[in-house]
């Protein structure tokens, strides 16, 4: 059975989803998208050829009788009452990071999801995909770094725009590592605590960038992470693990060596798109198929949840410059 997708926000991601449905991946279709900026919405269905009905309001096309699974690609803040209307529809819903911008939210969601006493919400946390990532984390489960004492990280963007303010760059943009440091360590946080540096020239002045977080596991792993989203010169993402018997670092992105006028260089990717390409393209497909299984199996709203306890106090620490605790709930057995 094919399964039919609503797409709900048709801006950068919410389009580049659909182009990898209707080019890329099987066993999917777009149907329906809505945006609250209906021209984009229909710009959208032009630029891709899709044969599908613009909705004026998300909650319409999550009702729409044709519509089996909904994607949620609107602002982050917009995530939580999507997810809800999903879930309360009994549709399969793949929503992009964060899956609520605070824990709070994403515990609204989890009670709704128990409550309807099955699965239905997947989080777009793509890193888990990746290639390089995965290559990581199989050198750590297989123990040849030992116990891993530290990870530094560095989280960098070209630019951001106007609307994006300083907790973003906890639920937005750290979000992707509070996320992949608990994947690939198996552990959760015990504290957070967030440091700034003189502001950059070129961040707007709702933003203070750039900052550097600093995380403890409940094991004693110590994690620095560089968060720096104006940085100008492109998109990118570094991750080093420090075990007591070797060190790993993520590959960079595969890229021509340039030898030419008495340099040698490599290109730096400018956006997520290339970056994660391969793994938004497995995430997506595997979303897919469990859904046409009647069985989800990527990243939880238990895992969007983790992450967003996190946040919270990185947001806390933000404001406090003080160490911040992170008290995780037992995970339910619903999500085990
Ligand atoms: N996984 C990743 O690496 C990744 C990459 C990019 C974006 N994202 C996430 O995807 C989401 C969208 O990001 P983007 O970069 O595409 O932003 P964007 O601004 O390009 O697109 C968002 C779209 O949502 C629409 N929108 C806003 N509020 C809405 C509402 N209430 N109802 C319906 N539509 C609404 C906007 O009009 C816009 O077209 C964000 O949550 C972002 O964090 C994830
Ligand atoms: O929505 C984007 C996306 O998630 C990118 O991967 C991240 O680097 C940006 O900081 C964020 O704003």
């Known amino acids: 059975m094919t399964i039919r997708i609503g797409v709900i926000g048709t801006g950068m991601i919410g389009e580049e989803h659909s182009r990898r449905i209707t080019k890329t991946l099987t066993d999917a279709e777009i149907v329906a998208v809505s945006d609250v900026n209906l021209d984009q919405a229909h710009a959208m269905i032009d630029r891709l050829g899709l044969d599908a009905t613009v909705y004026e309001t998300g909650q319409a096309l999550i009702e ?35 899956l609520a911008t605070t824990a709070e939210g994403c515990q609204r969601i989890m009670d709704a999801e128990m409550a309807a006493g099955r699965r239905l919400v997947q989080v777009g946390f793509m890193r888990r995909y990746d290639h390089g990532y995965n290559l990581l984390k199989d050198t750590m489960d297989a123990g040849n770094l030992g116990q891993a004492l530290m ?58 960038d750039p900052q550097l977080v600093l995380l403890e596991t409940t094991r004693g ?64 497909q595997g979303f897919i198929h469990d859904a046409q299984a009647g069985a989800l199996k990527g990243p939880s709203s238990w895992d969007g949840f983790a992450a967003a306890v996190a946040g919270d106090a990185c947001v806390k620490a933000q404001e406090s410059g003080q160490v911040e605790p992170v008290s995780m709930p037992d995970r339910p057995d619903f999500y085990r």
């Not at 609307?163 to 360590?185: G, K, N, Q, S």
């Open 64 to 98: 729409a009788d044709n519509v089996d699974a909904v994607l949620v690609t609107s602002w982050g803040q917009t995530h939580e009452e999507y997810v809800l209307a999903a879930i309360k529809a009994g549709r399969y819903v793949f929503c992009e990071k964060p």
């Open 151 to 208: 990870i530094h990280a560095a989280h960098r963007n070209p630019t951001v725009p106007e609307r994006y303010v300083t907790p973003m760059a906890i639920h937005d943009t750290l979000i992707h590592e509070l996320d992949t440091f608990r994947w690939l360590l198996d552990d959760e946080y015990a504290s957070a605590q967030v440091a700034f540096s003189q502001k950059t020239r070129h961040a707007h002045s709702e933003v203070r």
């Open 221 to 284: 792993t110590r994690i620095d992470v560089e968060v720096f989203v104006n940085c100008q010169y492109g998109y990118d993402i570094q991750c080093t693990v420090v075990g007591e018997e070797g060190i790993a670092h993520l590959p960079e992105p595969q890229s021509l060596t340039l030898r030419q006028a008495g340099k040698r260089s490599n290109e730096i990717l400018q956006d997520w798109k290339k970056r994660f390409d391969d793994a938004f393209n497995t995430e997506l």
